[in-house]
């Protein structure tokens, strides 16, 4: 079997490697030469059962991810006491990683076949007789004119990610707090480094000095001695209509886009990917090199998962900006009630991972 990756990024070198080890052919394909993100301070949440799964197919990886141990949920107006405490019993709840270092391990796979086309069509991907174009691409000639159809909500807000070092502690307990402005995370990535993300409700850019008011007026733990500059991007809602067109199927941020809050955006891309795995093995395994019946089924099984997951993010950040208007006097009360009740307690951190 023969598949193409349109786009150099790193959804398709994680792809890649998955599929080299299964012995599919793989060529990836872009406009350009220079990849997206290698210089990015991004830093990326990978539950443990998805760390699980990379850990055992891609080689070298066990070396990476800082693990954190707990999640804990703070409002506004109780920023040193919890509302709600994620854990896993014996095992971490979710490793960070810089989105550089993923991508740097992924491309070390001397099987990795690049090819650049600029400014290509379908007709030149054609030519290449691929049973499955995967595209990931987000403004390549084919998305622009196969993939338009899309529930978007744009919050009209700004994800500002920096680097904070600090002085050495342990660190392995996360922290968001759905401030009046919007949810701010503290992730740990090791002894004395850890990533903010804060999701303010505003377009305005926010430089370093900005930034760190915030933290510090929500931070209890960290001895600051640096912030790194700030970067900034939209965020959006998004899922796609149609995920595939004939053999084309459209695949990570092109079919779905979600809130920071819950850090799930890659974690619901390595979802697909080992889905499309799955569904890959079973269809080589029947002889069935037909593209367009494994695109299909990758909709047909992941496309309604992928909205109503990304919809109860959005509806966990709607509910928060409501509960900062009412005060927090909703969350409180809410939250006691999941922590007493040990199903929902446990049926909640479940959901998380």
């Known amino acids: 079997m023969k598949i193409c990756l349109l786009g150099n990024n790193l959804t398709n070198l994680v792809l890649a490697n998955i599929l080299i080890k299964k012995k599919i052919n793989v060529d990836i394909i872009s406009q350009s030469k220079k990849p997206l993100l290698t210089n990015t301070i991004r830093t990326i949440a990978i539950s443990n059962e998805n760390y699980e799964f990379l850990?055992?197919?891609?080689?070298?990886?066990?070396?990476?991810?800082?693990?954190?141990?707990?999640?804990?949920?703070?409002s506004a107006k109780n920023k040193s006491s919890e509302l709600f405490e994620f854990k896993n019993k014996n095992q971490s709840n979710f490793f960070l990683l810089k989105y550089s270092t993923l991508y740097n391990l992924m491309k070390k796979n001397k099987s990795l076949k690049f090819i650049y086309i600029k400014n290509y069509n379908l007709n030149d991907i054609k030519k290449r007789d691929y049973n499955l174009i995967i595209n990931s691409e987000l403004n390549n000639p084919i998305t622009k004119k196969y993939f338009q159809k899309k529930i978007e909500k744009n919050y009209k807000s700004l994800a500002h990610t920096a680097m904070i070092d600090h002085k050495k502690i342990e660190n392995k307990i996360a922290s968001q707090i759905f401030t009046?402005?919007?949810?701010?995370?503290?992730?740990?990535?090791?002894?004395?480094?850890?990533?903010?993300?804060f999701s303010n409700n505003?377009?305005?850019?926010?430089?370093?000095?900005?930034?760190?008011?915030?933290?510090?007026?929500?931070?209890?733990?960290y001895v600051i001695t640096k912030i790194s500059?700030?970067?900034?991007?939209?965020?959006?809602?998004?899922?796609?209509?149609?995920?595939f067109f004939k053999n084309i199927l459209s695949f990570g941020d092109l079919i779905h886009k979600v809130h920071p809050l819950a850090g799930q955006g890659f974690n619901m891309t390595i979802r697909d990917i080992k889905s499309l795995s799955n569904i890959l093995e079973e269809n080589i395994k029947l002889g069935i090199d037909d593209g367009e019946i494994i695109a299909e089924n990758f909709q047909k099984i992941n496309k309604h998962i992928n909205f109503m997951y990304g919809l109860g993010i959005d509806t966990i950040n709607s509910f928060f900006k409501?509960?900062?208007?009412?005060?927090?006097?909703?969350?409180g009360p809410l939250f006691k009630i999941l922590k007493g009740n040990k199903f929902l307690n446990k049926y909640a951190t479940f959901l998380s991972n």
């Not at 009046?180 to 993300?197: D, E, H, M, R």
């Not at 305005?204 to 760190?212: A, I, R, T």
């Not at 500059?229 to 995920?243: C, M, T």
């Open 55 to 74: 850990r055992q197919n891609i080689k070298g990886f066990p070396n990476l991810g800082w693990p954190t141990e707990k999640i804990k949920i703070y």
């Open 180 to 197: 009046k402005n919007g949810p701010l995370a503290f992730l740990p990535l090791s002894k004395n480094q850890t990533s903010i993300v």
């Open 202 to 221: 505003s377009s305005k850019l926010m430089d370093k000095l900005s930034l760190l008011k915030i933290i510090n007026k929500y931070n209890h733990q």
């Open 229 to 243: 500059d700030v970067e900034s991007v939209g965020i959006k809602f998004l899922v796609l209509r149609d995920y």
């Open 322 to 331: 409501f509960d900062n208007k009412l005060k927090n006097n909703l969350s």
